[in-house]
């Protein structure tokens, strides 16, 4: 199996997702609890027999997870239906309080829980919305595919199309006044008090972009995790490869094929799945 996902829970600890395509239309989806970085425990949270694509966990670490045709579900003692949205094609599952708050994927498909009814937000384009990150109270921005950000702000969304073609894949903020928005091919573009600056650079895709700790990080696929800093330059933080990242007040985490890390802001951590994890 392989590791597709990770999310901060409580603390230090995290979940992971394993996922497995045992033959055409039979999948197999497995969720496990890391805690204690330095004597590292794991349980199975659950077994599903679906594809689970992403998972989302609220500060309390009350978990949640989206299936490719667009099911989301609450994951604890039971795997329970939480709602359901007409897409093929999830590609996250996000949240910025004590529910999961949009569910994202392929073909300009964006859909938002407003108290407990998913509608879709309507934007002009056909897309693939691969992140999202709240700038402002209210003000959440997704990247996408060829170049495109949406701003999704009011009840209404709209679409800005950066100096690039290539697909945007994470994007993060500090502060309203400053973030990043990171894709293939190395493209980085600095956001700065209402503009979108080119910091692009000659290296590796970027897959995701965090926020944590008042830093901007990115992860270079194959290779670090870099931060990137007030002028757009990029310095390796940890000289390990990363995907997707997630974070409480205190922990970040993030995984390659091999492990997951974990990062308290000044000092890495990674936890090996050999051994712990079936194969």
């Given at each position: ?91 996250k599952l996000a949240g910025f309080s004590d529910e999961p ?156 094929d091999e492990a997951a890390h974990v990062f308290d802001g ?14």
């Amino acid at each position: 199996m392989e590791c597709i996902d990770a999310h901060i829970a409580v603390r230090d600890s995290f979940y992971c997702l394993f996922y497995e395509e045992i033959d055409p239309g039979n999948h197999l989806s497995r969720i496990y609890h890391f805690s204690e970085r330095s004597d590292p425990q794991v349980r199975l949270v659950a077994e599903i027999r679906e594809w689970v694509a992403s998972i989302w966990a609220n500060r309390a670490g009350q978990l949640f997870g989206a299936t490719w045709d667009g099911q989301i579900l609450s994951i604890g003692d039971t795997v329970q239906p939480f709602g359901g949205v007409d897409l093929l094609g999830t590609i996250k599952l996000a949240g910025f309080s004590d529910e999961p708050q949009f569910i994202m994927g392929e073909d300009g498909l964006i859909f938002e829980n407003r108290r407990g009814a998913w509608q879709r937000i309507p934007f002009r384009g056909k897309q693939d919305v691969y992140s999202v990150a709240r700038r402002e109270a209210d003000t959440y921005v997704f990247a996408a595919s060829t170049g495109r950000v949406i701003t999704y702000a009011g009840g209404t969304a709209t679409v800005e199309h950066l100096p690039t073609n290539v697909d945007l894949h994470g994007i993060a903020f500090t502060s309203p006044k400053r973030g990043v928005a990171v894709g293939d091919e190395g493209v980085a573009f600095l956001y700065s008090s209402g503009a979108w600056s080119d910091v692009s650079e000659d290296r590796p895709s970027l897959q995701d972009a965090h926020a944590f700790k008042g830093r901007l990080l990115t992860t270079l696929e194959a290779e670090t995790i870099d931060e990137i800093a007030d002028d757009g330059t990029f310095s390796v933080l940890y000289d390990r490869p990363g995907y997707y990242l997630s974070s409480n007040d205190d922990f970040c985490v993030t995984f390659d094929d091999e492990a997951a890390h974990v990062f308290d802001g000044s000092r890495w951590t990674s936890i090996q799945f050999a051994g712990l994890i079936p194969s």
